[in-house]
């Protein structure tokens, strides 16, 4: 299956949708259950619902300074993705443990093609009806198609001349 460009669009407006709704409704209510040593254990309640239970081991000598220096730090990223015929570069950046914002764009690398309208085009036919039996042989310009043709039945020549209006 290649992947189109309207998969990629749907992946990203739901990647979009996600984010916001999740900072959004984001009610965290923290309880320490039990504090036994350096180790503290936090039940992470979301709407009343308890999803996991996380420990936290506290080392003795940490840099406070470091870690406020680098919660309040701007960091960026690029990732280039490229799956069969698209290319998708994402770029966005983070600050305060947040997704700030995200930027992509999506490149087609598939080979041009030129498609070229036929303008000459000779065709060989006939008409058959009440007294003509005409073999032709029509020649095609662009729209325009004109034909010649020799009644077999009542003799004399056939004349033709077509028009094209419409073409799927």
């Known amino acids: 299956m290649q992947i ?18 999740h900072r959004k409704g984001d009610v ?9 040593n350096d180790t503290i254990t936090k039940v992470v309640t979301i709407d009343s619902i308890v999803y996991r239970d996380v420990e936290i081991l506290i080392p003795q000598d940490v840099d406070t300074a470091a870690v406020i220096e680098d919660y309040f730090t701007s960091r960026s990223f690029d990732t280039i993705i490229h799956q069969n015929e698209v290319k998708i570069k994402f770029t966005g ?7 700030q914002d995200v930027r992509f764009s999506v490149q087609n690398t598939r080979p041009t ?12 036919g006939g008409v058959i009806g009440n007294g003509i039996a005409a073999p032709t042989i029509d020649a095609q310009y662009d729209k325009h198609m004109m034909g010649v043709g020799y009644n077999l039945i009542g003799g004399g ?10 073409e799927n």
């Open 28 to 36: 965290n209510t923290v309880r320490v259950v039990e504090t036994i």
């Open 113 to 124: 093609q030129i498609v070229k309208e036929m303008k000459w085009g000779f065709y060989v």
């Open 93 to 99: 950046s983070l600050f305060e443990n947040n997704l």
């Open 4 to 21: 189109k460009w309207y998969h990629i669009a749907a992946l990203c407006v739901l990647f979009f949708f996600g984010g916001y709704f």
């Open 157 to 166: 020549l056939t004349f033709s001349y077509k028009y094209k209006l419409w």
